[in-house]
């Protein structure tokens, strides 16, 4: 299967790894395919940064909820930025976000499974012979990961529409 | 996004996206604080049995979750 996949379709999935690393996550979650695919100079990356989902937009979104939910915390009265500059005061710096940080392998989250799933199912129907970056960014964008369209309500863009495109023409 | 000031109640939002999320969200933290508090205690010379006291919880749960990462059992 991976063979079909285009070098830079390839090269996302790979580099979603150390997306996840990034963003301490132990898993690689459908946002961290997405933030690769930002950096890929392929057709998915081109539809993504025309659409205003750039990397450093999406990781700056991305770090507002994850590993910890600024936004959420929020919602309930805490302010995260004032319990991290207490924590650092007693601590020292980075303190709360001290955590284990993910070593070795990190593996694909289920619902990035998913997303690939999604992508396979795509080329499938449409019977391509190569997988490219847009499949891909198909995937991720079919799956419905809370997280995904948070960050694109944030950001302001239009997902079905991305999505639609992404699917691509057939000569894709 | 919601800043702290205008408070909603979210753990009472009758929206459960929002409800739920800010639960999770405050478990994530005070996991996160536990850690620093538990590493900061052990340093202190408290024994399991004082932070599990403290905690409320039992002094197995406690040595579980903490000893093996931290190294000091």
């Known amino acids: ?172 | 996004m919601a800043t702290p000031t205008d408070v909603t109640t979210a753990a009472a939002a009758d929206d459960p996206d929002i409800g739920l999320r800010a639960i999770r969200a405050l478990r994530d933290l005070a996991d996160r604080l536990e850690v620093l508090q538990v590493g900061n205690a052990r340093r202190r010379g408290w024994s399991w049995q004082q932070i599990a006291d403290a905690l409320g919880v039992s002094k197995q749960a406690v040595h579980k979750k903490h000893a093996i990462s931290r190294r000091d059992r």
């Open chain 1, 1 to 172: 299967m991976l063979e079909r996949f285009t070098d830079e379709a390839r090269w996302a999935i790979t580099h979603a790894q150390e997306e996840a690393r990034t963003l301490r996550s132990s898993r690689i979650e459908p946002v961290h395919v997405l933030l690769a695919l930002t950096r890929e100079p392929g057709r998915a990356g081109q539809l993504l940064r025309a659409a205003g989902v750039d990397h450093e937009r999406l990781t700056a979104a991305a770090r507002r909820t994850a590993p910890l939910d600024a936004d959420a915390l929020a919602t309930v009265g805490i302010d995260l930025d004032q319990v991290r500059a207490a924590t650092e005061a007693a601590f020292g710096p980075g303190a709360l976000d001290r955590g284990a940080p993910p070593s070795g392998h990190i593996r694909f989250a289920d619902a990035s499974k998913h997303a690939l799933a999604q992508t396979v199912g795509l080329v499938g129907r449409r019977h391509l012979d190569r997988i490219d970056a847009g499949h891909v960014l198909f995937g991720v964008l079919a799956v419905a990961d809370p997280l995904v369209d948070r960050l694109f309500q944030q950001l302001g863009t239009d997902l079905d529409a991305l999505r639609e495109q992404a699917a691509g023409s057939d000569a894709a």
